[in-house]
């Protein structure tokens, strides 16, 4: 099973990598990286991007036999839940610039005044922008601590080494051994940090998609406010607020799913579920 997911994983990494990335290069090219509209986007690849690059490094080192495997994979297990945090985050930051967008053009219109708009991403974007980065490392910063304290890169060895996220085995064999007290809690902790910013992000974009669809719900029963080219605009703003959260969700869900099965029923997580969904969270 390993082996037919390390080849799947290299595959929509290498995917991820040419998506992502051109995404960012058609941004940087056009020079609009900095601008408030595109910025949320521009970051949101970035970290998809990376995010990729360790799936591919993952993939890589999965047929690799090395003494210094355990701790490669425990460490870049790490990041990729950096990684993991980081991209929840920005999706949405993402989604909060597409609910302003439409509320300001919204109230612009119904005032009948010109949308204003700014070549200069606001304090608070850059504020926003910079927390969504900074606290993931925040969260994760006592696992690289108190992990190296402990020496659980040591005890990392698990049959699917450096392979998507660190959420237990998919079979227990007689050569799986336990880890010690302090590693089993900070692996805990890993996937209670990791569903909590999950549940926290999936609530805000429903609210915010739950706003959205008020203020789209006024656009459709006004009369005489808005003309035929403003209600076609809103309304591609509309599917662009529900096409991101119903993406967040699918790309998502069967991770965050077997997290949820190997915390709350570990054994529910082995055998034919927990191979489901290991291979649907690639």
Known sequence: VYEAIGWIQLVMAALSILGSGSIIVCVMLQRLSRTPELQPLFLLSVSDLLLALCWLIGAALFSQHCSSLNTHCYHLHTVEQILYMASFFYTLNYV???????REKFYSCMNGYPVQFSNRVSTAGKITALLSGLFPVLLMT??????????????????????????????????HQQPIRACSLLHTYCITVFLATFFLTLLSIVAL??????????VVTSNGFLGNQQRASFSVMDRRMLL????????????????LLQEVKPS??????GVALYISQV
């Open 96 to 102: 909060w610039n597409l609910y302003t967008g439409i």
């Open 142 to 175: 006592p696992v690289f601590i108190q992990g190296n304290i402990s020496q659980c890169q040591a005890n990392f060895s698990e049959p699917y080494r450096c392979l998507l996220m660190h959420t237990g085995a998919l079979y227990l064999t007689s050569e």
């Open 209 to 218: 998609v739950v706003k959205a669809r008020r203020i789209y719900r006024r």
């Open 244 to 259: 991101y959260p119903l993406i967040f969700v699918l790309c998502w869900g069967p991770a965050v799913g077997l997290a």
């Open 268 to 273: 529910a997580g082995q055998g034919k579920v």
